[in-house]
């Protein structure tokens, strides 16, 4: 088992450019979550999805865009990318079968700079 | 508004003492606990949960005291090693809130030789 896997692990993008952070789980759970981590906080929920074909927002979710056609991929889309995107992203995924008390297994994340 | 926040940024301990590390949460209708260890350049790692129905759950070297009185909850390391060296955060949950996890701020644990 890889668990979940995060692609690419560093960015750089220019102000106004888009990209597209890829995140795949083979542990066939329904729930995935992107998370960002700024310097010297704690994770902040962007969106999160119960399962394939369902998205939802979380606490921050201006300027990003999610979609879950299977259940293994949930990639996060980011359309003009501003400075305040700078962070790291983590990618989350945990089973279906303790429903809110399943602990969420992390990717590696990906850090984005944007300048 | 909900928060989880940690009393210390920073805990200095000498290799094989024993660690305490804190969290109050401000939301009582949260209902379950997790602790996470993250290392530099890596994701949060589980390292323990607890249901709201426990005040206490050990695993390997590593015990979770819950205080629902007080809104608290701490993180004992036992004999604590070079390799604990790292941010813990502290997250919770509750009945009905979709399994998003709200998180703490994270303390830093450094382990001295």
């Known amino acids: 088992n890889a668990g979940v896997t995060q692609t690419p692990k560093f960015r750089i993008l220019k102000i106004g450019q888009s990209m597209t952070l890829q995140c795949t789980q083979d542990?066939?759970?329904?729930?995935m979550y992107w998370y960002r981590q700024d310097p010297g906080m704690g994770l902040k929920l962007i969106y999160y999805?119960?399962?394939?074909?369902?998205?939802d927002k979380g606490e921050v979710p201006n300027g990003y865009n999610v979609s879950r056609s299977t259940t293994e991929d949930f990639p996060l889309r980011l359309e003009l990318a501003a400075p305040s995107q700078t962070s790291v992203y983590f990618c989350?995924?945990?089973?279906?079968?303790?429903?809110?008390?399943?602990?969420?297994?992390f990717g590696n994340g990906t850090r984005l700079t944007v300048t | 508004g909900e928060s989880v926040g940690l009393h210390l940024p920073t805990l200095s301990v000498q290799e094989g003492d024993n660690s305490i590390i804190n969290c109050a949460y401000s939301n009582s209708a949260s209902d379950y606990f997790i602790w996470y260890k993250q290392e530099s350049g890596k994701g949060p790692q589980f390292i323990i949960d607890?249901?709201?129905?426990?005040d206490k759950r050990q695993g390997q070297r590593v015990t979770v005291l819950l205080n629902k009185t007080v809104k608290h909850l701490s993180l004992q390391i036992a004999a604590t090693q070079p390799g604990d060296s790292a941010v813990y955060f502290c997250?919770?949950?509750?009945?009905?809130?979709?399994?998003?996890?709200?998180f703490g701020t994270g303390t830093q644990l450094k382990v001295e030789l």
């Open positions: 989350a995924s945990s089973a279906k079968d303790r429903g809110d008390y399943s602990p969420l297994h």
């Open positions: 997250a919770e949950n509750r009945k009905g809130g979709g399994n998003k996890l709200t």
């Open positions: 542990m066939n759970h329904n729930y």
């Open positions: 999805s119960v399962g394939a074909g369902i998205t």
């Open positions: 607890i249901r709201s129905n426990m």
